[in-house]
């Protein structure tokens, strides 16, 4: 596993938003190759504790003997979805979580994992191998409306139709088992001609986001999240694309807001007053600067958002 290598994003930004200072508790709900929980283990020294939590055995596997060198006896990290964390960390215990959403760069270079249309392995992107549902299970038995539905929701496919049509057609000849064939069917029907990006990055991603529940996962996990905070602490969430970046401004936005309101739309009469639950640290998301874009092309869509329980 020496070649499990991820470089964290935004790692300054992080430890500015978290503040990690001695004594502190904080969790790292995508522990991944541990970059972040090693940086703020490090910055809380020598009693800061760490809870670490990752829906990958390896991640977990990795991260464990990485910390296990230099922090031994000062973290835990758990095979969890992050957003069971509820009911591991006691309510109201912690002065920072974070959240970097996504895969990690092992996940997205070991063809065998399934996530790449760039190289030919396995049509899996289950982030839990304990997971039943696999991208090619969903691909191989879902109807045509629900294909277009994740590719353009999920993916904000303009031809999700087409390309829902045209596997449901395939696979009455040949079931989908490998990322190649799935990307190569895209690409015929929607040929690069010039374009920078793959023409199935958008498929890709719609599938891995419906094959690990990301969307679920997300808005369970900013619950978490404000469960285990104390007063004061902090949430720093590192989203990788808009969808995502969206739930997390309005979650912060709902919970910075003194009233709540029943029903899909914010009506005046219908307001219930309320303290907020939340305090914006950043209006804005937080980018990554020129350095480490040029140094970690991968963090070029990364976006951070940081709040604070109130
Ligand atoms: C971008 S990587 C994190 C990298 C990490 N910050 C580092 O410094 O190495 C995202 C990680 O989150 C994990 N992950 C994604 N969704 C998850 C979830 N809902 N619960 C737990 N882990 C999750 C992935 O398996 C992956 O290892």
């Known amino acids: 596993m020496s070649d499990f290598v991820h470089n964290p994003v935004l790692l300054k930004e ?4 978290l503040r990690p200072a001695a004594a502190g508790r904080f969790v790292d709900g995508t522990t991944g190759g541990a970059g972040h929980a090693a940086a703020i283990l490090e910055a809380s020294s020598p ?3 760490l809870y670490g939590c990752d829906r990958d055995s390896d991640a977990v596997d990795v991260a464990t003997a990485r910390l296990a060198e230099k922090f031994a006896g000062r973290f835990e990290i758990r095979h969890m979805a992050f957003d069971q964390v509820a009911s591991w960390i ?3 215990s912690c002065d920072g979580v974070l959240l970097d959403l996504g895969v990690s760069s092992p996940q997205l270079d070991r063809a065998e994992r399934g996530f790449s249309f760039q190289a030919d392995g396995p049509l899996d992107m289950r982030q839990d191998r304990k997971q039943k549902l696999t991208a090619a299970e969903l691909v191989n038995t879902a ?3 629900e294909l277009a539905k994740i590719f353009w929701e999920y993916g904000d496919e303009r031809d999700s139709r087409r390309f829902a049509k045209a596997i449901v057609m395939d696979r009455e000849t040949a079931k989908f088992r490998t990322t190649l064939q799935l990307a190569e069917l895209v690409e015929r029907l929607s040929p690069r001609a010039g374009r920078k990006a793959h023409p199935a990055t958008r498929v890709f991603q719609a599938l891995r986001i419906a094959v690990n529940d990301e ?3 997300l808005n369970r996990g900013l619950q978490a999240a404000l469960s285990v905070l104390r007063p004061g602490g902090r949430l720093a969430v590192i989203t990788f694309h808009s969808l995502e970046d969206r739930i997390v401004k309005d979650f912060g936005r709902n919970m910075a807001r003194d009233y709540e309101f029943d029903g899909p739309v914010d009506a005046p009469g219908l307001r219930r007053p309320r303290k907020p639950l939340l305090g914006l640290v950043t209006r804005k998301a ?3 600067g020129e350095e480490e874009l040029a140094e970690n ?7 951070l958002r940081v709040m604070e329980k109130l």
């Open 14 to 17: 992080v430890l500015s938003a």
């Open 47 to 49: 009693t800061g504790w």
């Open 90 to 92: 006691p309510t109201g």
């Open 143 to 145: 109807s045509a409306e």
């Open 215 to 217: 969307i679920g996962q």
């Open 286 to 288: 937080v980018l990554p």
């Open 297 to 303: 092309p991968r963090s070029r869509s990364a976006q």
